[in-house]
T-cell receptor, first 112, second 109 residues
């Protein structure tokens, strides 16, 4: 089974802090994604990466950046956390376009 | 902006009934379609994938795809209280999956 691991289940950060959310997958998948999920808004794509050191903006990239230095690891960075970034963050990966996404357990981030 | 639309619900059905969940999408080029189940506070888990027109059955679940109408559905037979969750429809579009906002299903004992 594919395992996608997010480093933290719950995080509480202060406004203005730099926040790192880490994600690791163990199935040699090329493609990795970061989503956020908010009530009534569904899953929204922040960034994705289809190869090491490659990244593409999703639908809501503002206020975020990403890093993919190794194939198995995809990090989401909140440069200066704000209260409107309080959300559930979900990392996911798949091998190729027609494959289903496999999700990590999610990180519930609260920015105070 | 490519879109995936679902009725937010809640859809309430009695135990043992058939639950029917629907989804429409806007990208005519989409080739891969997925249904995910998400329990409150948990991450989505894959239930079904479907790639060609028609029906695909897996246990109590049947996915139906009609590309001409840009319509995907999920039928859950013999619904159980444990099926109570939010069901997300996902459609591939340009190397990424676009998700609907989900339909909340409640199965009454």
């Amino acid at each position: 089974d594919v395992k996608v691991t997010q480093s933290s289940r719950y995080l509480v950060k202060r406004t203005g802090e730099k926040v790192f959310l880490e994600c690791v997958q163990d199935m040699d998948h090329e493609n990795m994604f970061w989503y956020r999920q908010d009530p009534g808004l569904g899953l929204r794509l922040i960034y994705f990466s289809y190869d090491v050191k490659m990244k593409e903006k999703g639908d809501i990239p503002e206020g975020y950046s990403v890093s993919r230095e190794k194939k198995e690891r995809f990090s989401l960075i909140l440069e200066s956390a704000s209260t409107n970034q309080t959300s559930m963050y979900l990392c996911a990966s798949y091998r190729e376009q027609s494959s289903p996404l496999h999700f990590g357990n999610g990180t519930r981030l609260t920015v105070t | 902006q490519k879109e995936v639309e679902q009725n937010s619900g809640p859809l309430s059905v009695p135990e043992g009934a058939i639950a029917s969940l629907n989804c429409t999408y806007s990208d005519r080029g989409s080739q891969s379609f997925f249904w995910y189940r998400q329990y409150s506070g948990k991450s989505p888990e894959l239930i079904m994938s479907i790639y060609s027109n028609g029906d695909k059955e897996d246990g109590r679940f049947t996915a139906q795809l009609n590309k001409a109408s840009q319509y995907v559905s999920l039928l859950i037979r013999d619904s159980q209280p444990s099926d109570s969750a939010t069901y997300l429809c996902a459609v591939d579009s340009s190397y990424k999956l676009i998700f609907g906002s989900g339909t909340r299903l409640l199965v009454r004992p």
